[in-house]
């Protein structure tokens, strides 16, 4: 799988995490990104950025000015709302910065586990393993796991996951469920892996 992960695209927050290495970026294209696709995640933070890059910027921002540069993100007025909430508690509470423990960035408004660990683990190459519904969804496929919610995946990766594997999780399922793992009909045909793959939930494959 890693192998034929290089084939693809990397995941936008990986790639902005790559370019900048900055935990506030990383931060806020996560947020953009929830219930989002790739494509317009990356030219929504494109235009955000070019804007504002920091909290106190984005802070200076009419709402509904944040709202138009983000369209059309899902849910973006709720999202446009959070980063000037989020904004106002980094200036207040961090000296600007983004945190980097699992408690304190699940304080802030609209961030989850799957938030938090990416923030940790790209922004700041602390382990953590980061479970959203691609990770969540091929674990369980795969057999590795038998969980219901991404939470309960990420206790049970934390289990039995090597530790050398939990940074990079993240990045080859979600680059596998976009290309190969889809949702609905996997290309199971092509995927190298398929021989290891109890296929679970998969009613037609290609």
Known sequence: MEERYKEFNDPIVTEIAERTHDPF?????????????DRVTAMATKRLFLVADT???ILNLKTNRIERLIYPVGFYKTKAKRLKQVCRILIEEYNGRVPDTLDELLRLPGVGRKTANLVITLGYGKPGICVDTHVHRISNRLGYVNTKTPEQTEMELRKKLP??????YNDLLVTWGQNICT?????CSICPVAKYCEKKGVKKSR
């Open 163 to 168: 530790r050398k594997w939990w940074n990079k």
């Open 183 to 187: 949702p609905v009909g996997p290309r």
């Open 25 to 37: 970026r990383i931060l806020i294209s996560t947020i953009l990104s929830l219930r989002t696709k």
């Open 55 to 57: 909290p106190e910027k």
